[in-house]
């Protein structure tokens, strides 16, 4: 168990909807991100959160948005999905922001839309 | 950007044979280099890891070596073992004050057989 925790496991929704996928640090880490595997992208970082602060932006699609509230907490919204967003999205964490901090990765909620 | 290379996309083995994994990167100044295994289904979880000023590192079994001049880096698994099974991911983060962006070679797919 490495400590970050994900909601939901698993996902199956419909094109044109919109999903929220829910994501604790582990316990002292400020830094949070968000990282998108599909089989023909591999693992591919989305975004990056500092203490509430957006640090940093990967391959993110427009119809993609995530946010870091007070308590650590870190939520990613995909809206207008489509077939090709369904992938395994990974939440990770570390206890600071820049480069060698060892990232901890959650076990990552599986999305299907259909 | 950062691009990191990972070779070969599959490798079989005998148990106690070892199993080399090798990448290249692109970004000269990219100074930090995680391996993370994953199990099917589960979350990448690190390995072992190397800096830039260090050219060797082991833990049991494992080891990574690190070439700066050529841009590649190798992990290294002797007396493999059936639970070695599973993909294993090379990274390199290039050095930047408050973030961290992870770049994933496209995985390795490591078999190995009793």
């Known amino acids: 168990d490495s400590g970050v925790t994900q909601t939901p496991k698993h996902l199956i929704t419909a094109t044109g909807q919109r999903v929220t996928l829910r994501c604790s640090p582990r316990?002292?880490?400020?830094?949070v991100y968000w990282y998108q595997q599909s089989l023909d992208q591999g693992l591919q970082f989305l975004i990056q959160?500092?203490?509430?602060?957006?640090?940093a932006k990967g391959n993110i699609l427009e119809r993609f948005s995530a946010q870091q509230f007070p308590d650590l907490h870190s939520e990613l919204n995909l809206s207008s999905l489509e077939l090709g967003d369904s992938a395994l999205y990974f939440c990770a964490s570390s206890v600071g922001e820049s480069p060698g901090n060892t990232i901890y990765f959650g076990e990552g909620s599986w999305l299907t839309v259909v | 950007g950062e691009n990191v290379e990972q070779h070969p996309s599959t490798l079989s083995v005998q148990e106690g044979d070892s199993a080399v994994i090798k990448c290249t990167y692109s970004d000269s100044a990219s100074n930090y280099f995680p391996w993370y295994k994953q199990e099917l289904g589960k979350r990448p979880q690190l390995i072992i890891d190397?800096?830039?000023?260090?050219g060797e590192k082991k833990d049991q079994r494992i080891a990574v070596t690190l070439n700066k001049t050529a841009k590649h880096f190798s992990l290294h698994i002797t007396e493999t073992q059936p639970e070695d099974s599973a993909v294993y991911f090379c990274a390199a983060t290039p050095p930047r004050r408050g973030f961290q962006k992870l770049v994933f070679g496209t995985g390795t797919r490591l078999l190995v057989s009793p």
């Open positions: 316990s002292g880490d400020l830094s």
């Open positions: 959160y500092y203490n509430g602060e957006e640090r």
């Open positions: 190397i800096r830039s000023n260090v």
